[in-house]
């Protein structure tokens, strides 16, 4: 079974770039999430999609942070402009629905903001 | 203060065994995980405890709970130096699926 897939694996930008990191889940899980891990910290959820629908974004930085998952599998995270405070691992889940307790996490992508 | 708290650094010797300690404050989880990621890796479920157990073995990991002091241990027996990475605490709070994670221990495995 394959796994979670994220591309870039690694982006290095200037500070007021956009960026944008691509996820897809594993197949048949409706559930996909966005965590970012900041250096030496767990990962924080960011935004959760049960389908094509937002489940939570509370904690999305609404003003710069954007994500999509339009057709109910692959899902993109946009970050326009870029802070340096954005440097961190971004991380996609999938579970195969919100009640699942396994979560199965990607390799993350690795973004450095200069 | 933090949610999940956790010990930054484990040091141990190849073929001992590790314990690696977590706290938690939500008296309401229903499920406490660890996870391990590897350098440049995402995370990985090693685990998980429902919040009515005491404790869960798989192999080479056991998993007590202690729910009155809302403490968590993983033990690793046999330690390798495979297993040298970061383990994440994490707990899901009654009423959520998101887990909140801690800030990991990095455990290192010295022969």
């Known amino acids: 079974e394959a796994g979670v897939a994220q591309s870039p694996r690694y982006k290095i930008i200037e500070k007021r770039q956009s960026v944008a990191f691509w996820c897809n889940p594993i197949?048949?899980?409706?559930?996909l999430y966005w965590y970012q891990q900041i250096l030496g910290q767990g990962p924080k959820l960011l935004i959760q999609?049960?389908?094509?629908?937002?489940?939570?974004d509370s904690q999305l930085p609404k003003d710069r942070f954007s994500a999509e998952r339009l057709k109910g599998v692959d899902s993109t995270l946009k970050i326009q402009p870029a802070k340096l405070e954005d440097s961190a691992v971004y991380l996609c889940?999938?579970?195969?629905?919100?009640?699942?307790?396994?979560?199965?996490f990607g390799p993350g992508t690795r973004l450095l903001v200069l | 203060g933090e949610d999940v708290e956790q010990s930054l650094f484990l040091s141990v010797r190849e073929g001992d065994s590790s314990v690696i300690n977590c706290t938690y404050t939500d008296s309401s989880s229903t499920y406490l995980y660890w996870y391990k990621q590897e350098p440049g890796a995402g995370l990985q479920l090693l685990t998980y405890i429902f919040s009515n157990m005491d404790m869960k073995q798989d192999q080479r990991l056991t998993v007590l709970l202690n729910k009155k002091d809302k403490h968590l241990s993983l033990r690793i027996a046999d330690t390798q130096t495979g297993d040298s990475a970061i383990y994440f605490c994490a707990e899901r709070p009654g009423g959520s699926y998101i887990p909140t994670f801690g800030r990991g221990t990095s455990l290192i495995v010295h022969p």
């Open positions: 889940a999938s579970s195969l629905g919100t009640a699942q307790e396994t979560q199965y």
């Open positions: 999609f049960q389908n094509n629908g937002v489940v939570d």
């Open positions: 197949s048949g899980h409706a559930t």
